[in-house]
C-alpha cells in the first residue's frame, strides 16, 4: 500500500523559507515521478514542481522558479521541496503526489497526500 506523508508545513513571513517534506513508503518501482502541487482557497490545484526519483530530472512552474528547489532523498524515500522567499500568493495546502508519467497535469498522477497548509503573511 502507497504511503505519502507530507511534513514541514506552517504560518510564516514574506520572506522567510520552509522545507516541505514528502516520505514515500510501499513506492512501486514504476511510480517514478514525485510531484508537488498546490491548492489556494477558490482556486484550482495546481503544479509546483517535479522530480525523477532515478536521474533526479526537475521541472518547477514559472512562479516558484529560481525560489523552490525540489530534491530527493532515496535512501531516505522522501521528496523535499525547499521554499524561499515566499510570497503571500504562495500560501495553499502543497500536496505531494507520486505517477508513471513525467507530467505537470494532476489527473496523471495516481497517488496523494493528505496535504499541508503553508501559509504567508504580508
Known amino acids: 500500500q502507497v504511503q505519502l506523508v507530507e511534513s514541514g508545513g506552517g504560518l510564516v513571513q514574506a520572506g522567510d523559507s520552509l522545507r516541505l517534506s514528502c516520505a514515500a513508503s510501499g513506492r512501486p518501482s514504476s511510480a517514478e515521478v514525485m510531484g508537488w502541487f498546490r491548492q489556494a482557497p477558490a482556486k484550482e490545484r495546481e503544479f509546483v514542481a517535479a522530480i525523477t526519483w532515478s536521474t533526479s530530472v526537475t521541472a518547477y512552474t514559472d512562479s516558484v522558479k529560481g525560489r523552490f528547489i525540489i530534491s530527493r532523498d532515496n535512501a531516505k524515500n522522501t521528496v523535499y521541496l525547499q521554499m524561499n522567499s515566499l510570497k503571500p500568493e504562495d500560501t495553499a495546502v502543497y500536496y505531494c503526489?507520486?505517477?508513471?508519467?513525467?507530467?505537470?497535469?494532476?489527473?496523471?498522477?495516481?497517488?496523494w497526500g493528505q496535504g499541508t497548509q503553508v501559509t504567508v503573511s504580508s
Open positions: 503526489t507520486l505517477g508513471r508519467i513525467w507530467t505537470r497535469l494532476e489527473s496523471s498522477y495516481d497517488y
